[in-house]
DNA sequence: TGACACCCAGTGTCATAACACCTAATATTC
DNA sequence: GAATATTAGGTGTTATGACACTGGGTGTCA
């Protein structure tokens, strides 16, 4: 299986934002491009039969290491809201990616465990994730970057 | 009806992304900041019933005006992709925001407008997501705000 | 005018997200 | 140590999203 759908989707015409206070505009511009780099990621993952949420449980996993998370835990440091963890880390369990065990000192706890698996699954996705990462970027020069993570993060910090 | 739910929702601590290629910061930090605000502003939105995608079509047919679109020409203009824009309508016009009209010349094209009660609703959250927009934003001076706008508009121009 | 390609809108079906509620285990208070 | 609160995880239900496909409507070319 080669490259999936035609994928046309040219949305969201940037001139549409004129007109507008500079805060409707910066917010129009963080949403749709946020938007665009969540769609073109998922497009890079679908041949591997993730989609973007539970790719990036894979990503916190592998950075927990070996102690896994509780599902909570888990939850917090997702990139997107997931109100709804127990069921993507049962599809992902159901998958063989993960593994799940009840502590023993406090039976209320799941902890989360990536399993051999989802450890390889995640590392052979490396590559095609940083080539993705470059593709839309690759435009700004590192201060560019630096400014664009300093404002976004100031933005960020608001309440 | 006053406030919703309580939105704990800390997500995503922005220490996490320390320690990988410039590029992926500012992925990341693109991605959980229009998440951010995309879930700030279905929170507004919330009170008067609407989602975001309702409010944003809303938004279009507004600037539209009294010729309306027809469906593909609104679904290209959307913020974020919607493959099912017949059924989003469906429901907008079911609950009396919109209205749908076969076009005469061209009887394969649907014509959708705003209704004068979808006008008045999004006329009456004009103020709330105006003040929603500033507060995220406040921190930024006229001069970041353009810089930020303009470096998101050259990472939507790559491809 | 009949065959063809193409365009627009809509539908069937399944997977996933959202929201409110529930149950079990532990901590806290008296 | 019994009652209560708190915290973790899970479930039921409904709404929404994704994707492939259908089917009518137009144009165009023989």
Redesign the pocket.
Known sequence: MAQ??PRPRPRGRTARTAGNSLQHQAQLNVIRTGAMLQDDFEQML?PYGL?G?QFNVLRILRGAGADGL???ELRDRMLT????M??????MERAGLVA?TRKD??????TTRLTREGRQLIDSIDADAAREQKRRFRSLSDTQLHTLIDLLQAVQRQS
Chains 1, 2 share one sequence.
Request: hydrophobic share 30%; aromatic share 0%.
């Open positions: 999936t759908s679908a989609g949420a509780c599902r909570n809201r997931m109100p709804d127990t069921r993507l880390l049962d599809r799940r000192d406090d039976r209320r706890m799941v």
